[in-house]
């Protein structure tokens, strides 16, 4: 009897001394498929995480026996990725279209008309705006003209922006406010015409005309709509984004809000090339913390292909004499390029054309002049020539693609700049190979704010249709793994964070999404279908899934 006291007091000692010698932690998540996109691409079953990073990374056994928390959570098998990163879209931009007309997916200027109808009934306003309208999407592929929005409108200016942002349809009342006539001319835009009269297209810079008109947001919309671009953004699995273009206020509104702690969504904020950036931003430095970052500007070279504002080295195919716009000087893209470079800041450049992307890789390269670890980028690469490919590697140039672009352009691409052109247009594994990574992102509001659509499109090459059954150009798919960095730890690499995210390793903040499915395994008709059951930021649950 008591030698059983005895060896029950030195079991109770021991298991004390052992307690007592674990670390405490804040959460545990354990008994999960921990995908951790280090180096070696491994696997992991738990974390350990405090104070918003991640303490370490194993197995179920190894982390509860080094580590205690007042939170365990078992995952039950759940798959784990690092938070994903969305490397190009426009998240505050998303969150203001979200009171306008959301025109995408329209199949006639008819059901634009009726959506118009629809969102001013309900909000009112002094302007009708709004974003997403195709004329690719319609039984006649033409744009339209701004007689419809007179018939239903003739009162109230309308500015509907295209899909891709480099057109917009406005309307008599629109023109007539901007002073917008046969004799206007834009550099580095355009202003259709027919008969001699603008039709209410306007391409690229002459946008601007109409839209400085517009009443600007109040400060309370403005913050209303960061929270719901967080908001939707989470529930997605993406804990980081870098915007392509912001001016200072608005960066400096984010800025309040992450040290209010009410946003928490990471942001990597691209400086708009505004000479107030460059005089308060750009001299200054970089700057990065845990939730923003401004190390970027972003120019742009042309405009888009699906308004025909891209610029191409030889003619459009299905627009004999147009080559498309530079909607920057080439003097001045230098002259932006080499301010960016002596204050350490990279370059993030849209460029869609084949001549637009040499046009950058000339100045890029004639500034960085061979390999570096500059960073600088090319938004989109989207056509490129196949005998400037090289110098994507060597002048350490980035190439930061959106996977469904090439899906959403695959139905009129050909048509438009001809099966020649094809060879390097949407060229993601060309690219990739160039340097040996990519980056990823959406373009959203362009495309869907679901970064799984764009895991999908860059495995599959094919719309969620499953068309074309072989895939878009398949030879230039990337594989699950090169798809999964190229949206984690590849992404992060771009923004200047791969230090501190991007990877489930110890050290980085504690970014996680977990799903019930396997991207890597998923039959890849299931992959854009994947739901998100939780997201954490900074190991603090953000989205929870409610079946």
């Not at 922006?161 to 917009?168: F, L, N, P, S, T």
């Not at 100045?363 to 196949?386: C, D, F, M, S, T």
Request: aromatic share 8%; glycine share 8%.
């Amino acid at each position: 009897m008591q030698m059983n006291k005895l060896l029950a007091a030195a079991f109770l000692i021991l298991m004390t001394g052992c307690t007592a010698q674990k670390k405490e932690a804040e959460l545990i998540l354990t008994n999960g498929i921990i995908y951790t996109v280090d180096e070696d691409f491994s696997v992991a079953e738990a974390i350990a995480i405090s104070n918003g990073y991640i303490e370490a990374v194993g197995t179920t056994e190894e982390i509860l026996r080094q580590y205690r928390a007042p939170e365990v959570t078992d995952l039950q098998g759940s798959y784990v990725y690092p938070g994903w990163i969305d490397a190009h879209c426009h998240f505050f931009g998303y969150g203001m279209n979200i009171s306008s007309a959301d025109l995408v997916g329209t199949t006639s200027p008819e059901e634009v008309i009726g959506r118009l109808k629809e969102q001013h009934e309900q909000h009112g306003g002094t302007w009708i705006t709004g974003r997403g309208w195709d004329q690719n999407d319609w039984e006649l592929k033409q744009f339209p003209d701004r007689q419809m929005l007179d018939r239903h409108f003739p009162d109230l200016p309308v500015l509907l922006r295209r899909i891709d942002g480099h057109a917009a349809w406005v309307n008599t009342r629109a023109l007539e406010m901007a002073e917008i006539n046969a004799a206007t001319r834009v550099e580095g835009g355009d202003v259709l015409l027919e008969a001699g009269t603008p039709t209410g297209i306007l391409v690229d810079n002459a946008i601007g005309l109409v839209s400085r008109l517009v009443p600007p947001p109040t400060r309370q919309q403005m913050i209303d709509a960061l929270r719901q671009a967080e908001e939707n953004c989470f529930s997605v699995g993406l804990t980081s984004v870098q915007d392509a273009g912001l001016d200072r206020e608005t960066i400096e509104l984010i800025d309040s809000l992450h040290r209010a702690g009410s946003l928490q969504i990471r942001i990597n904020a691209w400086l708009s090339a505004t000479d107030e950036n460059f005089d308060h931003f750009v001299v200054q430095g970089p700057v990065q913390n845990e939730f923003l970052s401004i190390n970027t500007v972003k120019l742009f070279a042309d405009g888009a292909l699906g308004s025909r504002g891209a610029r191409m080295l030889e003619p459009y195919s299905d627009d004999p004499g147009n080559l498309g716009l530079y909607v920057t000087d080439r003097n001045r893209i230098e002259a932006l390029c080499r301010t960016a470079h002596a204050h350490q800041f990279a370059v993030a450049t849209h460029a869609i054309g084949d001549a637009a992307n040499r046009t950058v890789l000339e100045i890029y390269a004639g500034i960085l002049n061979g390999k570096n670890g500059r960073r600088w980028r090319i938004e989109h690469a989207q056509i490129v020539a196949p005998e400037d490919f090289q110098l994507f590697g060597d002048h350490s140039i980035i190439p930061s693609v959106q996977p469904t672009h090439a899906t959403s352009d695959m139905y009129w691409a050909e048509e438009r700049i001809g099966p020649q052109r094809m060879k390097g247009a949407y060229a993601f594994q060309s690219l990739l190979r160039q340097n040996g990574w990519i980056a990823n992102g959406s373009d959203f509001p362009v495309e869907s704010i679901n970064p799984l659509y764009g895991f999908y499109a860059a495995v599959t090459r094919k719309d969620q249709a499953g068309y074309p059954g072989e895939g878009f150009f398949p030879e230039e798919a990337l594989s699950r793994e090169e798809a999964l960095r190229a949206m984690t730890i590849w992404a992060a690499r771009a923004g200047f964070e791969e230090n501190l995210k991007g990877s489930v390793e110890p050290g980085k903040l504690a970014d996680l999404v977990v799903t019930g499915t396997d991207l890597m395994t998923a039959p890849e008709e299931d992959l854009f279908g994947i739901q998100v059951r939780s997201t954490y930021s900074g190991g603090r649950l953000v989205y929870r899934h409610s079946p």
